[in-house]
């Protein structure tokens, strides 16, 4: 028998429905630019305002640094040194804590000032310490950064240094903090810090740029610029296919494998802020029984074992939560990470396809638009034909990977 409660719908991989921030959503206007993709313009909405936490004195400090022998060829080409790196930070209830990532120079005599840097913010990986960027390798057996190899290379390519957290509890002790945007906006930040102490060729002058989780990731570091990354240069934020409206982005008692895996991660993620959360309040026993391959498996064959096992043995209502009461605690507690939640104090561009199954354009949008009502710059542009991942091509494909490129570039400090 379903249950007579209406499910309030959330999970990363699912069809999103209408954002629900403040203010409606006016009818955008529409400028082709002589890129692949579309510029949007809109109107400003109310927002809220972003805490203020002071930094420790020794967040970014590097603790470790070990040369990567089986870096991709699509890195390697392009990096004059790389790195796994490890460096202290702090839980959002103030541990001490190690994060590690991955170090990237590129080739070449640094730019008077030294290179710019980009702190990479990567998307879902899972949540056990094999899903680390700067441990996870590919078919091939090398580090290619979970698959955004190609991606990260046309930013060395145009002369940036990478940094690239794995966010805390991933390849280091602890559990990953999975979708809570402090946590991970404090180790894209502190990342940046760590990069600059391991190779004094990098300047202080940095970009936040992510995808997906990621996306979040930046847009919060963003937004702890002024207060975590006081004393250096933040230029701005870009977002591919941002995760923003987190209480809709995670659809509970959808039937697709990947919705159903998503929605387990979260709840691991919003487990380590909230310890009151029960899991058996959130799933039922079948689904239950299925979690500990999400502790234990990366995103890749989560996505793979859930569809060859799934199939319709398990009813929409194993991955949902159990009462009224689950439910509701559940949506505030993914509301409060949502993003962005007020200014930041460098210009901001968001980007995605117009065929992502994962993140609506109508979503984003309303983020742009609670960006500029806090009082950020912010863009958005739209790649027609293009997913979730290949909104992550090159120009010559049809993608924004040209386009973000050109963007640092115009706001790079010169």
């Known amino acids: ?72 060829p699509e890195l390697a080409t392009h990096a004059a040194r790389a790195d796994r790196i490890s460096y202290r930070s702090y839980s959002l209830d103030g541990r001490r804590i190690s994060v590690s990532g991955v170090l990237l120079v590129p080739r070449g005599a640094a730019p008077q000032g030294g290179w710019p ?81 391991a190779d004094r060729s990098l300047s202080d002058s940095w970009f936040a740029v992510g995808h997906s989780q990621g996306g979040q990731a930046v847009i919060a570091a963003g937004e702890l610029a002024p207060s975590w990354g006081s004393g250096l240069d933040f230029r701005g934020t870009v977002g591919l296919a941002p995760v923003t409206n987190v209480g809709q982005a995670y659809y509970y008692g959808s039937p697709g494998p990947v919705d159903r895996g998503f929605y387990l991660l979260a709840l691991q993620g919003i487990a380590t802020i909230h310890p009151e959360l029960k899991y058996a309040d959130y799933l039922g026993k079948q689904a239950l029984a299925m ?60 980007l995605q396809g117009d065929k992502d199954p994962s993140i609506k354009m109508a979503v984003t949008l309303q983020a742009v638009r609670n960006a500029r009502a806090a009082g950020t710059p912010a863009e958005f542009r739209l790649y027609p034909g293009k997913d979730h991942y290949s909104v992550l091509d090159g120009a010559g494909k049809g993608g924004a990977a040209t386009d973000v490129v050109k963007w640092l570039d115009s706001k790079k400090r010169s």
């Open 1 to 72: 028998m379903k249950p007579k409660f209406n499910l309030l719908k959330l999970s990363l991989g699912a069809t999103l429905v209408a954002p629900m921030f403040v203010g409606a959503a006016e009818p955008a206007s529409v400028v082709t630019t002589s890129t692949n993709a579309q510029k949007v313009k809109w109107s400003n909405v109310a927002l809220s305002v972003v805490p203020s936490v002071a930094r420790p004195s020794d967040s970014g400090a590097l603790l470790t640094d070990e040369a990567i022998q089986n870096l991709a």
């Open 117 to 197: 840097v980009v702190s990479w913010a990567h998307g879902s990986s899972g949540t056990s310490d094999a899903c680390a960027p700067s441990l996870a390798s590919n078919k091939d057996g090398r580090i290619d950064l979970y698959g955004y190899g190609p991606f990260v290379s046309e930013l060395l390519k145009a002369g940036y240094a990478v940094v690239a957290t794995d966010y805390e509890g991933l390849g280091m002790s602890g559990e990953h903090p999975y979708i809570v945007a402090d946590s991970e906006g404090r180790g894209v930040i502190d990342a940046v810090r760590a990069g600059m102490e």
């Open 291 to 350: 979690f500990d391959e999400t502790r234990n498996e990366c995103t890749f064959k989560i996505w793979e074992s859930f569809s060859a096992n799934l199939g319709s043995k398990l009813n929409d209502y194993q991955f949902t939560p159990q009462s009224p009461e689950a439910a509701l605690a559940l949506q505030h507690w993914l509301d409060e990470q949502s993003v962005p939640r007020g200014r930041t104090p460098g210009p901001m561009l968001l």
